[in-house]
């Protein structure tokens, strides 16, 4: 098949209608517009439903409700109007409703920048709303991986019941790259007998709910939602290494980052240092026994973690390093983006040259 | 022996936890009526809210979604849109729906949501304990408004029926009460219109009810009822301030 | 083996984007690796815009062009700014029209063209920037001369067929440019 340009947003969007997502219920905001712009001018073609919310909770709550009622639906915003979609998140994890939620992440606190960043890991991995939960976060680095992961989140969602993230930063939706669309055929999954689709007198009542009064059973079910969160971290992580070989260095990089470090490896390797990169693709669950095998290799002596930020997946690398290995952190914020330059000078300095 | 009254059979068999005297209960009922007398239960889905009323889902017979507070209107929007056949409701009290979620219910009759709410108005938060809430009256004391609500610092109470019958989007906006067989009688019939006007497809319904809460007021069942005939009726005078069929004929 | 990193830089208006566009989708037609990646925010409304392209026979690790093989100056600000960056040896093509400085390095190739006066001499201003393109794409032989036409006979159909003969001459002339 012919491959075509697409700008990352839109191609979320249109992998997003290609997975049968039927609904999209979302508020504007840059770098990310183009999302609910692209679903404005297309989910009618589809029969599908776009709506453009009077805020980004009314927007995830309207996902709450379509979800509910069965839909295969998704929400966009970024980091901002992220951290207003906490409060649902946290209710559809309460109350097992699968969506797709695309972040296009840009430079924060509170208003930050509209320039590319990935400050929200924490919020994305850690969860932002309140209580014990996981999501399941997919981090792409290139356009045709956004859309292979976009299909596959959505099918994640519908087979754990859980709302899954892409997570993307400002650079991947607003460049362009080649894109091959390939049809994945439709998983095997569970039907949603759940949904509140009517009785019609058959059935008793379905509710979709996320609140449990009484204190035994609301550790009962969250004692459930952690037994699900198991599974998928038995069964769903993600990451790619690259050039791992006699690696000196071992960078640790997702999204755009992973891109720039690649690019740091290769100046290295002109000075004859060989490095590696781990990208993580799921950031949770996050790959963190396949990271300490990496780094454990008796060729690696640093590990370097790359980031649009001022080090939050360091976090997750030093658990998953465990000491066996230093970890060092190179990043900038706000929109800043480390050149391959500065990546390859802390890794030297990771190295004592 | 002839059978001469029956519980609705879209009220499940759940023990309703509302306080004696609190007229939640039979705002549960011309609602569950309506539903049976409509034949729409089957295919009713409902959403409960934030406070009293948060146990609804336990309540009605038909599918239920509990919503976050005051997001109700978003949730009812996003399931009507998926089932646009579907009988698609939300039950909501004064906090939910004049406070922390006014925005979502402006923007759901804005867009003309078909959709019925119920919105129940006692002049208090209830389940928290008898706080402050949008519609509490000018001199009213709760546990927040220990002196009585001050109208230099809170300003008057909203009167959600009004303003939301000034929106284009919205069909059909009544305010009833359910202080006496009469005013019960009167709300059934804007309860059912409110559905029969959704299932038309002619855009958001609200039947805003003045209802009671002996136990926030400091109050018996029959000094509440009283109270609200006296008192609140005043400050939030019942009628059909929006009604689209009417203007039709 | 080609690694391209180009940078397109200019006012927005002069076609910045496009040119990026143009030699993405080209690329991308030739059967190499593309990317295509913008500057974004208020710079969409005027002032200063750019795009970075690179287009590669291996895999394209990074699509931030920082250090540019190729730029393409459409006014000196972008000039300016950019000039240091440009890899030695690399080239640099000069919007002569409204650019009077020359380039100050000595160790990359410098190009100039006159692309407002080609474009008035065609009749239409708005191929301004496929002059530029002219330019590219003789000096680099990067992209073959075809494909350019090719997409430009698919785009342009219709009542716009005839813009295709303007676009056409509009790179000859850039391509004149270049020695």
């Known amino acids: 098949m012919a491959k075509e340009l697409w700008k990352g947003n839109e191609a979320v969007a249109e992998a997003a209608i290609r997975a049968g997502c039927r609904c999209y219920f979302g508020y504007p905001i840059t770098p990310q517009s183009e999302i609910p712009e692209y679903m404005a001018l297309h989910m009618a073609d589809t029969g599908g439903v776009f709506l453009q919310s009077e805020s980004e909770i009314a927007a995830i709550n309207m996902v709450y409700g379509a979800s509910g009622a069965g839909a295969r639906v998704m929400t966009s915003s970024s980091s901002p109007g992220i951290s207003l979609k906490q409060e649902g998140i946290s209710y559809m994890c309460g109350a097992e409703l699968p969506a797709v939620i695309v972040n296009v992440m840009r430079g924060g606190p509170g208003l930050g920048t509209i320039q590319p960043a990935q400050g929200d890991y924490f919020q994305a991995t850690r969860g932002g709303g309140n209580g014990d939960y996981r999501l399941i976060v997919l981090a792409p680095a290139t356009i045709q991986e956004v859309v292979d992961l976009m299909q596959e989140a959505f099918d994640l969602a519908d087979q754990y019941r859980i709302p899954v993230m892409m997570l993307l930063d400002g650079m991947i939706g607003q460049m362009m790259e080649p894109v091959e669309w390939t049809h994945t055929p439709a998983s095997d999954l569970p039907g949603k007998t759940w949904a509140t689709t009517g009785t019609e007198g058959k059935r008793p009542p379905n509710i979709i709910n996320s609140l449990f009064i009484d204190p035994d059973a609301c550790n009962r079910h969250n004692q459930h939602l952690e037994e699900k969160y198991k599974k998928i971290i038995e069964n769903e992580i993600k990451y790619s290494i690259n050039d791992l070989v006699d690696a000196e260095i071992l960078f640790v990089a997702y999204g755009t980052p992973s891109r720039l470090a690649r690019a740091a490896a290769r100046l290295l390797g002109e000075e004859g240092i060989k490095a590696g990169v781990f990208r993580p693709i799921s950031v949770w669950p996050y790959p963190y026994d396949a990271l300490r095998e990496a780094a454990s290799q008796d060729s690696v002596q640093a590990v370097v973690t790359v980031e649009m930020s001022t080090g939050q997946m360091v976090d997750d690398v030093r658990i998953g390093v465990n000491g066996v290995k230093p970890v060092s952190f190179i990043g900038q914020a706000g929109g800043v983006i480390p050149s391959p330059r500065e990546v390859a000078d802390a890794a030297k300095k990771a190295l004592g040259r | 022996m002839a059978i001469v009254y029956e519980k609705s059979k879209a009220l499940t068999d759940a023990e309703m936890h509302y306080c004696p005297g609190c007229t939640h209960g039979i705002i549960h009922k011309l609602v569950a009526e309506t539903l049976v007398d409509l034949d729409v239960l089957g295919k009713s889905i409902g959403v409960a809210p934030v406070g009293c009323a948060v146990f609804a889902y336990d309540y009605f017979n038909c599918d239920m979604h509990e919503a976050a507070h005051g997001r109700a209107p978003a949730v009812a929007t996003g399931i009507k849109h998926v089932l646009p056949d579907r009988t698609v409701f939300t039950y909501q009290g004064d906090g939910d729906l004049a406070a922390i979620g006014t925005a979502e219910i402006v923007h759901a009759a804005m867009r003309g949501e078909k959709i019925t709410t119920i919105f129940v108005n006692n002049a208090v938060y209830g389940m928290t304990g008898g706080q402050m809430a949008p519609t509490t009256l000018v001199g009213q004391k709760t546990t927040t408004a220990p002196f009585g609500r001050s109208f230099e610092h809170y300003g008057a109470p909203i009167r959600m029926a009004e303003l939301l019958a000034t929106i284009d989007g919205a069909a059909y906006i009544e305010r009833v009460t359910v202080t006496t067989p009469a005013h019960i009688a009167k709300a059934k019939r804007a309860i059912k219109k409110a559905f029969q006007i959704q299932d038309e497809g002619l855009g958001f319904t609200m039947v805003e009810v003045l209802s009671t809460c002996p136990t926030n007021w400091g109050m018996t069942p029959v000094e509440a009822l009283s109270w609200l005939n006296e008192t609140m009726i005043p400050a939030f005078p019942l009628s059909v301030f929006r009604d689209i069929t009417k203007k039709e004929k | ?179």
């Open chain 3, 1 to 179: 083996m080609a690694y391209n990193e180009i940078l397109i830089s200019g006012f927005g208006g002069q076609g910045v984007m496009a040119i990026g566009l143009t030699l993405a989708e080209a690329g991308m037609s030739e059967g190499m690796n593309v990317s295509w990646l913008p500057s974004y925010g208020p710079e969409m409304r005027g002032g200063t815009a750019n795009c970075g392209v690179v287009i590669a026979d291996s895999e394209i690790i990074s699509p931030i062009v920082l250090e540019p093989s190729e730029l393409i100056a459409m006014n000196l600000p972008s000039l300016d700014k950019f000039e240091p960056h440009v890899k030695k040896g690399g080239t640099i093509f000069v919007n002569e029209s409204i650019i009077q400085r020359k380039v100050q390095r000595g160790d990359v190739r410098a190009i100039y063209v006159p692309s407002m006066e080609i474009a008035s001499g065609i009749g239409n201003m708005r191929v301004a920037n496929m002059a530029m393109l002219g330019a590219f794409i003789k000096a680099t032989q990067l992209l073959k001369y075809d494909t350019i036409i090719a997409m430009l006979t698919q785009l342009f159909t219709g009542s716009k067929a005839h813009l295709v003969g303007l676009n056409e001459e509009a790179l000859e002339r850039g391509a004149a440019c270049v020695d």
